[in-house]
């Protein structure tokens, strides 16, 4: 079985565009969760989707937004890019989802860069 | 709010030994709790997850405990190897099903 896949795997970008990461989840998993993670602030929830539903968010501003499609995939949008933003962004599926006895499969995460 | 603190932070051992890295969450009310280990500029792989009805979990060299009243989880790695050197991360599923990480503890295993 495949795992969770990440593309782009590296992206740099400039202050003030735009990114969209692509997640690809094991096949039949449900959900898929998005976190950033940076040398300061460790590995933090952006958000989870199931079956195309936004089912929570973390704390982060209203740049930061994803979405899922009818196949599982999903992405993640972060628009007015800031310097601050530069990560490493791992999603992660599962089949039931956070809050059930459900293993969470991380992908390899994409490395976004912003100059 | 949850917040998840493990010690130590960093770790350097002799290949063979055993060694225990600890876990402690402010809020019991907890789902589960997942340990990973994720190696340098890569993803994380998930080594065990327990249940917030269970007490531990086992798989090969390694045993996960979780004690949710005192908000405490511990990993024990019997009889370490070099390819154990990683960051170690744990990360319960707390009330608001986020899955809230811990900063993770760095683990050297030296030949």
């Known amino acids: 079985k495949a795992g969770v896949t990440q593309t782009p795997r590296y992206l740099i970008k400039t202050r003030g565009q735009q990114v969209t990461l692509s997640c690809s989840p094991i096949s039949g998993h449900r959900s898929v969760s998005w976190y950033q993670q940076t040398p300061g602030q460790g590995l933090q929830f952006l958000f989870e989707?199931?079956?195309?539903?936004?089912?929570n968010k973390g704390n982060f501003p209203g740049r930061f937004s994803g979405r899922q499609f009818s196949n599982s995939r999903s992405e993640m949008n972060v628009s007015t890019l800031e310097l601050g933003d530069s990560a490493l962004y791992l999603c992660?599926?599962?089949?039931?989802?956070?809050?059930?006895?459900?293993?969470?499969?991380f992908g390899p995460g994409t490395r976004l860069t912003v100059l | 709010k949850q917040e998840v603190t493990q010690i130590p932070a960093a770790l350097s051992v002799p290949e063979g030994e055993n060694l225990v890295l600890n876990c402690s969450f402010t809020d019991s009310a907890i789902y589960n709790l997942q340990w990973f280990r994720q190696d340098p500029g890569k993803g994380l792989t998930s080594l065990l997850l327990?249940?917030?009805?269970?007490r531990e979990q086992t798989s090969g060299r390694l045993n996960a405990s979780l004690d949710k009243s005192s908000g405490r989880s511990t990993l024990y790695i019997a009889a370490s190897q070099p390819g154990d050197s990683a960051t170690y991360l744990c990360?319960?599923?707390?009330?608001?099903?986020?899955?809230?990480f811990g900063s993770g503890t760095r683990l050297l295993v030296r030949p």
């Open positions: 989707y199931f079956s195309e539903t936004q089912r």
């Open positions: 992660a599926s599962s089949s039931a989802g956070l809050g059930n006895a459900d293993t969470q499969y």
């Open positions: 990360a319960p599923v707390d009330s608001s099903y986020k899955l809230i």
């Open positions: 327990i249940q917030s009805s269970q």
